[in-house]
């Protein structure tokens, strides 16, 4: 393969590569449906070479799984894998708020996420996935103040191997009410230098989270299920 060549196969396999992760984040590719890398590339109009170089790519990054002889499959839910997902990103974001807490200076830096955040009511927005990237961009930002890349870094990590079951905590008009309440209580404390009644709302807020997504997923699991058993290909179903 020329230079040329091998540099458009590249193109094309993070083009895939997105593509397929933005499918499952919105839930057009679900847990546990299964593919073909023809069925990929016949939809994406490219050849099979880098629609295997995106999904070997993904499965490192534990998104699918490879059923040789059979395809791929998206990633079913694990609980315990995102139970444990979880308890990481708790102690990272509370080590973090606790860092804030003790160097003022790093204060100055949430100063985005207030003016997001502790707004009226009445210039809420109530758009899910919107909220749903604002709150990614809370979390991650509240690690980021903190100066500290390795950590950033990490809980960038997590936060991609989370979105998928995050977003469903935003279908419901009511978290997305708490969310504005949580986040605008962390900060509050955070400013203060409250360092315990920090901690204590952060935890309680990605705990409700967590257990409301939890929920949702079953009842998405089942549909899912359910989808399983009508006989068009999951990823074909994806395009409508």
């Known amino acids: ?6 540099k458009k196969t590249e193109r094309l396999a993070e083009q895939i590569y997105l593509q ?8 057009r590719l679900m847990p546990g449906d299964r593919f073909s890398e023809n069925e990929v590339a016949e939809r994406m109009g490219v050849s099979r070479t880098p629609v295997r170089e995106a999904l070997f790519r993904l499965q490192r990054e534990t998104f699918v799984d490879v059923l040789y002889r059979s395809g791929w499959q998206v990633k079913p839910f694990d609980f315990k894998y995102f139970e444990e997902l979880y308890d990481v990103r708790t102690v990272l974001e509370c080590a973090a708020v ?12 949430l100063d985005n996420l207030v003016s997001q955040w502790c707004v009226e009511k009445a210039q809420r927005l109530s758009d899910g996935p919107v909220v ?7 979390h991650e930002r509240l690690v980021e103040s903190t100066g500290n890349n390795q950590m950033a870094r990490i809980h960038h990590d ?8 995050r977003r469903l905590d935003f279908t419901s008009p009511s978290r997305v009410e708490a969310t504005y ?18 901690q204590i709302l952060l935890c ?11 929920k949702i997923t079953v009842h998405m699991l089942h549909e899912a299920s359910v989808r399983a058993e009508l006989p068009a290909s999951s990823i ?5």
């Open 204 to 214: 309680a807020h990605i705990e409700e989270s967590r257990n409301e997504v939890r």
């Open 20 to 27: 397929l992760k933005q499918d499952m984040f919105d839930f």
């Open 158 to 165: 997590l936060t991609e191997r989370l979105r998928i079951i």
């Open 181 to 198: 309440n949580e986040h605008q209580a962390v900060l509050e404390a955070i400013l203060h230098r409250q360092v315990e009644q920090a």
């Open 236 to 240: 074909n179903k994806s395009d409508g």
């Open 1 to 6: 393969m020329n230079t040329r060549a091998g």
């Open 132 to 138: 749903s990237g604002m709150d990614e961009h809370f």
């Open 98 to 109: 606790r860092k804030l807490c003790e160097h003022g200076g790093e204060l100055s830096k």
